[in-house]
């Protein structure tokens, strides 16, 4: 079923947190800043499912692409900025400086990942290829790579720029125990 950008932006901003969340972090002036992920798709998937927005929604993720200071006291300062700003949300919010992950990744998930040169470059390497979407905080347009169907219509492809078949299962699979309509396209 087709759907389009504004219909996937609208019904994500349904769920209050992710609106509240598009009035707040521009006043945390991160460069490009992305709210991104579950609570964006799960708002398309709840919608289709009879469900509020916000059902299922574990967190909240915030990516951004900051490479002047790749220390992790850096970050950190930004995600207690951000906690702070967000405290009365009372829903967890995820922020990572998309510059710093390919410090990190290899020592918690067990494989490399490749240095990014922007927030998108984050986006794109979801396991699932339709979960790849973000909203621009400063502008508020949506992005989507690999388009719109595949979200839309449930269905899971792995994501060829992170091919990890053990993992893309287990997300799957988590994702069908809460939408059991979803298909995997293996």
Known sequence: MPISADAVIA???ENPVNAALMQRLPGLGLPQCFLTAGCLFQAVWNRRSGQP???SVKDYDVFYFD???LSWEAEDAVIREAAALCADLGAPVEIKNQARVHLWYKQRFGSDYPQLRSA???IDR???QCTCIGIEVATGRLYAPNGLEDMADGVLRP???NPSPELFRA???AYR???????IAE
């Open 171 to 173: 997300k799957c699979e």
């Open 120 to 122: 998108t470059e984050g």
């Open 177 to 183: 125990v809460r939408w059991p309509w979803l298909t």
């Open 11 to 13: 019904q994500a901003m």
């Open 159 to 161: 994501n060829p720029l």
């Open 53 to 55: 927005s916000e059902t």
């Open 67 to 69: 490479d002047r200071d």
């Open 126 to 128: 979801y396991l699932v």
